[in-house]
């Protein structure tokens, strides 16, 4: 049990009276003077209150300690409270009560709440600024040190309060949406690089490493660079691929039209071209529809040109057999449609031509080629004319058999088929009668045609108006022939008449006959022209006419055939002769029947 003060000073007094009388009685015994005594006791006072001083600063700069410490910790108190930004936590009076042992008791556990509050604080602080740190970092391209990361925290640790906190994390949140954002960007332009070099068949991870390491794989622990280095360097990089794409593109679409041409030329077999089948597949094609794997890669044109350049060197000793066959194609295109070739390109001259070398095979070959396209779209404008005149030589035909027909004298017998060919006689009597009109209206037509296209419409090296006019004068002059034919021979019938009432005589059987022979074509009423051509009637006495059409009077075809074994539209030559000849002979006929007795 520790003594009070006033105990202490009791028991100070006792020992202190004890002592001096113990002194006196020693003094005593030694004899001293009072003067040495008096000294003694003097220097003893002194002495002691030296000591009693020396305990008074003590005592007083212990408590100056204490108010310094006391009021260290009020301020350091009020600073944490202040940089914590919390200051409902601890309100500190305007005085504190007790001494300063009981004041500082108080403050103290108060001091180290606040300190572990802050050492905690700056915790989150140092561990949100390490984030935006390393996110700005990666953003920006670079990475900053730990210790420099802390410095900088424990540099700037005045405001620790919640507000600036919820700063950093906002701001924190809008680096990790732009880090988000870069990311799924980066993502997004490796995935085409990686779908254009696929394309391309170009090496994937070699292209993205160029731009940055940690493109193609990240190690563990470390993620993909999202600066705006990077980022400009995949833009970059894909720009590139894409201009090298739609050039590959271009390159393959050129050389697969080459390669069609050529295989079309020189009628190159399917499995052949199999093996070029992913170079004109994409003929046409846009730039973002070639998406298969390697098909713009580098060995498939390498090989396409290749090709190109074997197929090229073919072309060259194979352009003659080339062209005879595109001359033959417009040749045939031509005979179909009644037209005539040009002849400037005819495998004679075309061949002596590639011979000296005076014209270019391919450029000779692309002039045969627009002949045919032109060839065709003349086929097209003139089908509606060349359909007429199809139905108009077909009535012909009609009309030539029906003519042929009603000259047979047994047509109307009970042989076989007859019954058929008396059908057939009226069908072509009502398709004769058509023929004017027809006629008529393919004239219109092609006056039209030639109005429109500015030329002439040819048919088989002639013209077509000068046919149709040829024809209908022929027409003419073969109704006004049946019309003096009929009238002599009633003229005739009526002499025999008269002569077999003077003399009582009939003409001879043998001589009707020949009569009959002459006039008639065929015994079984049955005709099939060998060639379809146009026919004016046939010959009214002796046989068929010689029907071909003449142009200025000129006949430009033999019997209605063409030198290629096509059949035309005929007009009669010589009906005219025919006639005369007709005269002459009858009367002779009937002189002969005069004079037999």
Not at 126 to 142: F, N, R
Not at 379 to 408: F, G, H, P, Q
Request: aromatic share 4%; proline share 3%; with cysteine.
């Amino acid at each position: 049990m520790v003594p009070s003060a006033g105990e202490l000073s009791v028991r100070m007094d006792t020992t202190c009276s004890s002592l001096l009388r113990e002194l006196q009685h020693i003094w005593d015994e030694i004899g001293e003077s009072d003067v040495e005594r008096d000294k003694m006791l003097l220097e003893l006072e002194k002495e002691c209150l030296e000591v009693y001083c020396r305990k008074v600063d003590q005592a007083s700069h212990a408590r100056a300690r204490l108010h310094q410490s006391l009021a260290d910790k009020e301020a350091e108190l009020a600073f944490l409270i202040a940089s914590i930004g919390d200051r409902n936590l601890h309100s500190q009076p305007e005085k504190r009560s007790g001494t300063l042992k009981e004041q500082l008791a108080i403050i103290t556990p108060q001091l180290e709440e606040l300190r572990l509050r802050k050492e905690e604080r700056i915790k989150q602080f140092t561990e949100v600024k390490g984030q935006i740190q390393k996110i700005s970092g990666e953003i920006s391209g670079y990475s900053q040190r730990n210790d420099v990361l802390l410095n900088s925290i424990n540099g700037e640790d005045d405001d620790l309060s919640l507000r600036k906190l919820d700063e950093y994390h906002a701001h924190l949140q809008a680096l990790q949406k732009e880090k988000s954002d870069r990311l799924h960007k980066v993502l997004e332009y490796v995935n085409e690089v990686h779908r254009l070099c696929a394309v391309l068949g170009m090496d994937f991870w070699k292209t993205v490493s160029e731009v940055h390491p940690s493109l193609p794989e990240s190690a563990p622990g470390q993620t993909k660079n999202i600066s705006n280095k990077t980022l400009e360097g995949l833009s970059q990089t894909i720009q590139t691929l894409k201009n090298e794409k739609k050039l590959r593109i271009q390159k393959l679409q050129d050389l697969g039209t080459s390669l069609v041409e050529l295989w079309n030329l020189m009628d190159t077999s399917m499995e052949e071209r199999e093996r070029y089948r992913n170079v004109v597949c994409n003929l046409g094609a846009l730039d973002n529809e070639v998406t298969s794997a390697g098909s713009l890669a580098l060995d498939i044109i390498d090989e396409a040109e290749v090709e190109v350049e074997r197929l090229n060197l073919l072309k060259a000793s194979k352009m003659k057999e080339l062209v005879l066959k595109k001359w033959i194609e417009l040749v045939e295109i031509c005979r179909r449609a009644h037209m005539e070739p040009d002849a400037s390109t005819a495998p004679e001259k075309s061949n002596a031509l590639i011979d000296a070398g005076m014209v270019d095979p391919s450029e000779l070959l692309a002039n045969i080629e627009s002949q045919i396209l032109k060839a065709k779209e003349d086929v097209v404008s003139r089908k509606e004319i060349m359909d007429r005149i199809e139905k108009w030589l077909a009535a012909c035909e009609e009309e030539s058999w029906l003519e042929d027909y009603n000259r047979d004298e047994n047509r109307y017998s009970a042989s076989k088929g007859a019954h058929i060919n008396l059908k057939r006689a009226e069908r072509a009597r009502v398709t004769v009668t058509k023929i004017p009109a027809l006629v008529e209206n393919l004239k219109a037509k092609t006056r039209a045609w030639e109005e429109e296209k500015g030329m002439p419409f040819v048919y088989d090296g002639v013209r077509l108006l000068a046919m149709l006019e040829e024809y209908t004068f022929a027409r003419q002059e073969r109704e006004e022939q049946k019309k003096r034919f009929r009238d002599q021979k009633r003229l005739q019938e009526q002499f025999l008449t008269e002569q077999e009432a003077l003399f009582g005589s009939k003409p001879s059987p043998n001589k009707n006959h020949s009569i009959k022979r002459v006039q008639g074509l065929r015994a079984n009423g049955s005709t099939t022209p060998t060639n379809r051509r146009l026919s004016m009637g046939g010959a009214m006495i002796s046989g068929n006419f010689d029907l071909t059409p003449r142009v200025n009077g000129i006949t430009p075809r033999h019997n209605g055939i063409g030198k290629d074994g096509r059949r035309r539209p005929a007009a009669p030559l010589n009906y005219v002769a025919i006639c005369k000849e007709d005269t002459v002979s009858l009367p002779s006929v009937a002189g002969s029947e005069l004079g037999s007795p």
